[in-house]
């Protein structure tokens, strides 16, 4: 870990399709030893896929509505007091909780045996944003584990 500053933030271009710098968060999380095209044809398929049947025009409305639905307010980091550690619940910044939200989704798609990356991925949106799924699963353990250690709060740092 650095000790003299932070590490500075990289500004993302906005994909070319629908000029959204999620899409491009959500496609460098998907993508995998370099292969962007590869992880753009997937995206792209899942959020088509995922609007399908749906009458209203912004194909991203389920992309932003999964990533809310997905998105933990509150997390436990350990924290070391007189010898003992205590899971501490903090505070999520919006940036880490917009990472987490990715991570969890590609991560539980992968994780979907027997599917294409893409139909996992369509489907794992699906879910999100209808309040379902894996995803929507583990913020709620996260949250719940953060409401169990709450005693711990005043050890915030």
């Known amino acids: 870990m650095a000790r003299r500053h932070r590490a500075e933030k990289r500004v993302?271009?906005?994909?070319?399709?629908?000029?959204?710098?999620?899409?491009?968060?959500?496609?460098?999380?998907?993508?995998?030893?370099?292969?962007?095209?590869?992880?753009?044809?997937?995206?792209?398929?899942?959020?088509?896929?995922?609007?399908e049947g749906r009458k209203e025009a912004d194909p991203l409305e389920i992309l932003e509505k999964a990533i809310d639905n997905v998105k933990p307010k509150l997390e436990c980091k350990s924290r070391r007091v007189g010898g003992a550690t205590y899971q501490v619940?903090?505070?999520?910044?919006p940036d880490r909780q917009v990472s987490l939200a990715l991570r969890w989704i590609v991560g539980f798609a992968k994780r979907k045996k027997g599917l294409p990356m893409r139909e996992a991925l369509a489907q794992e949106l699906k879910d999100a944003a209808l309040?379902?799924?894996?995803?929507?699963?583990?913020?709620?353990?996260?949250?719940?584990?953060?409401?169990?250690?709450r005693a711990f709060a005043h050890?915030?740092?």
């Open 131 to 149: 309040g379902t799924g894996n995803a929507v699963r583990r913020r709620d353990e996260v949250h719940r584990m953060a409401h169990a250690n």
């Open 89 to 93: 619940p903090v505070e999520v910044p």
């Open 12 to 51: 993302l271009l906005p994909d070319p399709r629908y000029g959204s710098v999620l899409v491009t968060r959500l496609i460098n999380t998907v993508m995998r030893e370099g292969k962007k095209p590869k992880a753009e044809k997937i995206v792209y398929y899942a959020i088509e896929r995922a609007n």
């Open 155 to 157: 050890l915030r740092f």
